[in-house]
């Protein structure tokens, strides 16, 4: 039997900003409600600027400002005991943080210290988040790791910028996942990758959660990664989560029209036809749409659409979307 | 105006500032001064605290209070010079070897490393001994600027050959921006923090090498500092004869104007931080 | 037809690490390839084989240890400015590296139009910004005065290809431009690319590690691996009917958007990449499934399959002949 691990209830987490005087809300995470099982791997999709990364900052309670947790809670499942993650000091966070969470960021090649080796890199790391060991017992865990991850150990004499934009993500990685954490947080972790090193990782993320039986939650842009990994996905459209199922069914039946269009934009081998990309401009979170956000964009918008927000309609157990055409919807909790 | 609304929320800006406040009004007073520094017995002679002599006079004839004002002023005066010259050199030298690289870069960073080890303060003794007929405000704050750079021009250097590695420096150079528009438009935000934090620590640097200078009876002794004062007082043995009031006014005037200074540095250093900062713009 | 860009035997080789053991690199090993007006050149490949060094080298921000680079014929000087004189812009991998964190992402549009002298005056230059940002689905009051922290990811990517169209480039390159970007917006830019090519000329190099866009988009395309071009042809017969084992490999690693049809079964990853690097022969010997003894002494030629190249020994005519002599 699955066990929630991590949950949202009605999440709201804004960037609530002072542009000459006024303030300005940009509502990156409206109202989201997750539960994700132990021992899944729940993927997050959703166009550029959605706010999947805000969501995933949120999860990992990196919530600083301009970014303000409006509403809502973030529980986490730790050893049987239910905890509130607004309700943890400072300290305590960092050490969820590390221990029973990883998180690798956006961009994260992007984070690595320029102007040391990657060597030191390491051994700050291991330094500051792993007692009870000598350094050197540390850091051949580490070079251990490293080689899973089939990364040469020759890296650790390099400098950031002497190495690919691959291969920096991927010391990023071996970074996040040296400490075996209970959640893998992943933002893009494959984006800057070849297909074949993509595939490589793809591999050990799986690898990793077979073995420790642990949660992945993965945010990439890419479908076919998507497709490949993930057990349940959720589909996000301007803060909102629009639509949540199984893979198979997003990709087979997918019910909401922005979820349609996604699919339908995948280009395919054999078929230089032009493909469409959603029409219209991703929406301004600071200026929503009224009504469903996506009416502005939706070719079967009705009146409705315009004036309110639809809830969730459950069309299988675990297949909910939030559209009027699917139905009238109701607040699940 | 929005940036001192947020310095002022930290009570270590409040305080210096204030102090630092004080110690300007005490420097601008000089304007006003009834008597000239420089000449010796415009007033009786020892007078302990009083309300015609709000803090005494010494035992050369002058007033204790007005005398604190002039130096102080001159204190800030040689610190000013020497901290906003030797941050010139700093950026300057830090900028062109980060960005130059190859031979330059080595010649620069040589003869800063070369400043970094020799000891400092032998070098400086000698230097001021040797320039001892013209030692006035100016040529010792020069002689500071001279040795106060090699460190921070390092830091920056190191700080430019990173950001020289980022894309944006590609997208301004495609944009076509010229090399030195680039360095100050783009790399100079960054090194900003840093020059600020250095250069009140580097006044602080300065103040203090100014009295170790002074009371080793190396600067021109006629110009009042806090240093010289110290010097005159320890001299004529006031501590020993009781005129406390002498040698104590420069002594907590020194250790206000070292607090407020570091104060002020900690503050907006952690203000300038440029990784709080991108957190902050936009907030 | 003529060539817009041509580049011959083009080599990049660093060294690195300490002064006992220096490492060489050759990054970019001796390719040749030409791009033509109005044509968009895909270049894919392995991670770290030498695409972002070879467009940096284009670019004229690395310069090569030997080949040559030829704009429309005439070879370019030593520290030429071909942003000014080749009229060729670029696009970057990282949108959050792309602009300055602490400067607000207008001014590099301002500085554009300014150092270009597009506009007369700010009214103009605000128009012409306005113009190329609606291109890429933005417009001038969402963006004036913000942070590049005040984007996302893809905004900033959308940002970038704006502030590139702004001087009307010959040439546009793209380094990765869709790798932070989603399935929808993809498609919007490399549709981008499609109408700056057919409707004024331009052309792209557009460096990716997507093939389905490359396909979709490019009309040749060029397969890297560790500083090597191993096949270069239309994007047709290449991604379609791969011959080189490499893009064998590469075509059958791509993730299909179709959960039914998962990988089931696991590949080797490559060994360290230094060593790859090091190899005298084919680059690939240590993990191709039909290395043969030749593979691993020599460097294989590229040979003619069709429309493409190949450079692979089982393709070659040498390899032919001695297996018929044997
Ligand atoms: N620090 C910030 N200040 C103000 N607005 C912000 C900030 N960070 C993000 N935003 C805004 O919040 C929204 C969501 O951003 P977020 O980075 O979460 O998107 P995303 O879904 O991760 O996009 P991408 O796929 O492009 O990475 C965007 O509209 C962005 O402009
Ligand atoms: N300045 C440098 N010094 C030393 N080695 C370098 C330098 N720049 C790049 N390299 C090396 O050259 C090789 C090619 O790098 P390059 O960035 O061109 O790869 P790439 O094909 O763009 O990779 P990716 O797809 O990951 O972006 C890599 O192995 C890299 O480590
Ligand atoms: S609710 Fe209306 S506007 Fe929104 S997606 Fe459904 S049909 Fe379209
Ligand atoms: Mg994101
Ligand atoms: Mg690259």
Known sequence: MNKTILKTDHLKAFYVLDVHGTQKVVKAVNDVNLDIQENEVYGIAGESGCGKTTLLKALVAAIEPPLRLMDGKILYQVNGKEIDVASLDQEAKRKLRWEYISYVPQGSMSVLNPVTKLKETYRDFIGSHVSGKSKDEAFEIAKEHLLDLGLPLKILDAYPHQLSGGMRQRVTIALATLLKPRIIIGDEPTTALDVVVQRGVVQLLKDI????????????????????????????????????????????????????????????????????????????????PSGCPFHPRCPHVMEICKQEMPGYTKLEPNHRVACWLVGEGERLS | MKILKDLFKDYRFVVSFGILCFLLTLALLTFFSPYDPALWGEVPRDMPPSSEFLLGTNSKGQDVFWLSCFAVRNSLTVALIAGILSRVIAVTVGMVAGYKGGLTDRVLMFISDSLLVIPLFLIIVMLAMLVREMMNLLTLGLLLACFGWAWDARVIRSQILSLREREFTQTAILSGTGTLKLVLKEYMPFATPLVFSTLINNMAWSIGMEMTLAILGLTNLDIPTLGTMIQWAVSYQAMLLGYWWWILTPVILSVFLFVALYWLSVSISEYLDPRTRVQRVGA | MEKLLEIDQLTKVFSFGSILSKIKLTAVDNISFDIKPAEIFALAGESGCGKSTTARMIMGFESPTSGQIIHSGTEVAKNEKVWFTQGIQAIFQDPFGTFNPLRTVDRYFFETVKNYKLAKNKTDAIKLIDAKLKAVGLSYEEFAGKYPSEFSGGQLQRISVARSLLTDPKLLIADEPVSMVDASLRMSIVNLFKELKENFGVSVLYITHDLATAYYVSDRIAIMFRGDIVEMGPVEQVLMEPKHPYTQLLRESIPEADPEKRWNYKIDLSELEYEEYMRKGCKFAGRCPQVMEICKAEMPQDTQVGKAFVKCHLYSESQKSQNEVI
Do not use: C, W
């Open chain 1, 209 to 288: 959660q077979g073995k420790l039986q642990n949660t992945i939650i993965l945010v990439t842009h890419d479908m076919g990664v998507q497709a490949n990994v993930a057990d349940r996905v959720g589909i996000m459209y301007a803060g909102k989560i629009v639509e949540e199922a199984p893979t198979e069914t997003i990709y087979g039946n997918p019910a909401h029209p922005y979820t349609q269009y996604l699919i339908d934009s995948l280009p395919k081998f054999g078929d230089k036809s032009t493909r469409k990309s959603v029409p219209g401009s991703p929406p301004d979170l600071g200026n929503l």
